[in-house]
């Protein structure tokens, strides 16, 4: 059974195609340009949507689509930490507060 994503195989196991860890990898890099909170949210949102794709991907036992759920968490961090979490990190920064 193999449809585009992420694909089981004759032994049960979960395979997930090579393609995926490339669009990851740029969607990363893409991040980069921003800083690195914003980096590290993203990455934290592509692992849980991974990790969300593969549980259901077992959980249904067919093939689903890994990237749509890893896309949309990507997306909405990387909005959320560009435009509230970077600027509150740069004003902690800016009067030497810690947490």
Not at 44 to 59: D, E, K, P, V
Not at 63 to 70: F, G, K
Not at 78 to 89: G, H, I, Q, S
């Amino acid at each position: 059974m193999a449809i585009e994503g992420i694909s089981l195989g004759s032994s049960g196991s979960i395979k997930l195609g090579l393609g995926h860890f490339i669009f990851y990898s740029v969607l990363v890099g893409r991040a980069a340009i921003y800083g690195f909170i914003t980096v590290y949210a993203f990455y934290l949102a592509i692992i849980a949507g991974l990790g969300i794709a593969l549980m259901l991907s077992a959980m249904y036992k067919k093939a689903l689509l890994a990237l749509p759920v890893s896309i949309m968490l990507g997306v909405v961090f990387y909005f959320w930490t560009w435009e509230l979490l970077e600027e509150f990190v740069v004003q902690c920064s800016i009067n030497l507060l810690m947490f």
